[in-house]
């Protein structure tokens, strides 16, 4: 690979000006996560594009009318016109490229999971500290009102004393092939949507649990095709996760929380904006909830925006990103699963 100089970075004098991103990858949520909500945020521009085939670059850059399509990954990191990098590529080589992307002078907004594990999240978090960059984790569901609306309700105490907290994320996937049915690139139902039930554990809960106990079904070794876990929080609330790619549903995503006067249910918290339900049952009686807001990727991308322009605080900072990371490599571990990134021993390597 190109070497990368450390001295290529020049941040304008002007931080009104419209952030230049570039896109390393042409992933398929790119368009969703990205291209989209940058036409409702005027202050970002698509400055570029960079793909492992130099076409898909050109033809991605035509498609979504991106400014200029780079022959390699490296050679758009050393665009001086181009400040931050969105990481969309596979898992495995979110710390790689990530590390590469800081050491270059950009700032980075990389996909969840963050990294393949804990310790790979934890060498990022290093690189963006030493650089004095932007590292913010693609968590957008936590951008939407919605995710600041569960935790006031179990705020204000009109459940009572938690008791117990259940997330879901389970989808069909029936592509065999699909590289999130991949070990070596970081594949694995609870790296994909089981990342997100762990996540929104974590905040709703506001403490870090520790993995109780843990069930795995897999679709190939140590490739995970459903998962569950039982988890336990600082003050006792009881924490279960279950995730999925082969649900035998179509949609299952959910949240359930209960307390010793009430309960909240939610349905949808990933992508409120299509549409989404919060119930609330206490003895008081039941009322349901619609929480406004733009789709979240357009909230994410504007968040992201103001942490580098202004330094504004972020909830999906490397912080954040190494102690989910954390959850899922125990949760993995508690499976008897090894956590992504881990070389295979001699014996499961020929197993």
């Not at 996560?33 to 991605?60: H, K, N, S, W, Y």
């Amino acid at each position: 690979m190109d070497s990368i100089p450390n001295d290529t970075h020049e941040p304008p004098q002007d931080t009104d000006a419209p952030l230049r991103i570039g896109i390393l990858g042409a992933a398929k949520i790119t368009p969703m996560a990205l291209v989209r909500p940058a036409r409702a945020v005027p202050e970002v521009v698509l400055a570029g594009v960079a793909a492992r085939e130099p076409q898909r670059a050109g033809d991605f850059a035509i498609k979504y009318r991106v400014e200029r399509a780079y022959p390699s990954y490296d050679a758009m990191l050393r665009a001086k016109d181009i400040e931050a990098i969105y990481n969309p590529l596979p898992n495995a080589l979110h710390a790689e490229w990530t590390i590469r992307a800081l050491e270059a002078g950009k700032h980075v907004l990389c996909e969840k999971p963050l990294a393949s594990n804990a310790a790979e999240a934890e060498r990022m978090a290093e690189a963006a500290s030493r650089t004095g960059r932007v590292l913010m984790e693609a968590f957008h569901w936590r951008y939407h009102p919605l995710a600041a609306r569960m935790r006031q309700v179990i705020e204000s105490g009109e459940l009572g004393r938690l008791r117990d907290i259940e997330t879901s994320f389970c989808i069909p996937l029936p592509s065999p092939g699909n590289i999130r049915f991949d070990y070596a690139l970081g594949g694995g139902a609870t790296m994909d949507t089981g990342c997100y039930a762990i996540h929104m554990l974590r905040h709703l809960g506001a403490a870090e649990p520790e993995v109780l106990r843990a069930r795995a079904l897999l679709m190939g070794p140590d490739v995970d095709r459903y998962m569950e876990a039982e988890m336990r929080f600082p003050d006792g609330t009881i924490g279960r996760m279950s995730c999925s790619l082969l649900s035998g549903t179509l949609f299952r995503v959910r949240v359930h929380v209960r307390g010793d006067r009430g309960e909240m249910r939610v349905f949808n918290p990933i992508l409120p904006h299509v549409y989404h339900r919060l119930t609330v049952h206490t003895v008081d009686g039941t009322r349901q909830e619609r929480v406004s807001g733009d789709a979240t990727y357009t909230h994410q991308l504007r968040a992201f925006v103001a942490r580098v322009r202004s330094g504004a605080t972020i909830p999906t900072a490397p912080e954040d990103s190494i102690a989910n990371m954390r959850v899922i490599d125990a949760v993995y571990e508690r499976a008897g699963l090894r956590r992504r990134g881990d070389p295979a021993s001699p014996a499961r390597a020929a197993s």
